[in-house]
């Protein structure tokens, strides 16, 4: 036998006014899967870039120059900021959020480190690592964003 589930206004899994909880839902996803996306082709643009430069040294080189990491940098960050900002108000999981900024602080902090050309060092790793911390707060953002109980 089935049991009712009482749905209401307020319920004890967040502090989201349930009325728009849909629209919330939406909206959350879109900008989750927008920060996945982006923050996936960050690294798949570091791990790519050293091939690049080795195959095809003109292609490598461009997609190597400082100006490419502070537009991906332009998109990803206020991206995650409103998705993660967002994502806590409703799920309040610090740790989460945490890594979500953490993420976005190594993304960061590559544009400032040296530019190590063919290595994977330096600004590669960094980068990657906080691509892939956002890839991973992103999804788990989604998941926390999603009441089991409406």
């Given amino acids: 036998m089935e049991e009712a589930v009482f749905v209401s206004d307020t319920h004890s899994c967040c502090d989201v006014d349930h009325s728009q909880h849909e629209q919330f839902v939406e909206e959350s996803d879109r900008w989750d899967k927008l920060g996945m996306t982006l923050s996936g082709l960050c690294a798949i643009h570091c791990l790519l870039t050293p091939f690049l430069v080795l195959s095809v040294p003109v292609l490598g080189e461009a997609f190597e120059q400082p100006w490419?990491?502070?537009?991906?940098?332009?998109?990803?960050?206020?991206?995650?900021?409103?998705?993660?900002?967002?994502?806590?108000?409703?799920?309040?999981?610090?740790?989460?959020?945490?890594?979500?900024?953490?993420?976005?602080?190594?993304?960061?902090?590559g544009?400032?480190?040296?530019?190590?050309?063919i290595d994977l060092f330096g600004h590669d790793i960094l980068t990657i690592v906080g691509s892939l911390c956002l890839v991973v707060a992103h999804v788990l953002n989604r998941r926390a964003c999603l009441c089991h109980r409406h």
Avoid at 93 to 105: I, N, W
Avoid at 111 to 117: E, F, I, K, R, Y
């Fill in 68 to 109: 490419v990491h502070i537009v991906m940098a332009l998109f990803v960050v206020p991206v995650g900021l409103y998705a993660f900002y967002s994502g806590f108000l409703h799920h309040k999981k610090k740790g989460l959020t945490a890594l979500g900024v953490a993420g976005l602080a190594m993304v960061c902090a």
């Fill in 111 to 117: 544009l400032l480190a040296p530019v190590s050309g």
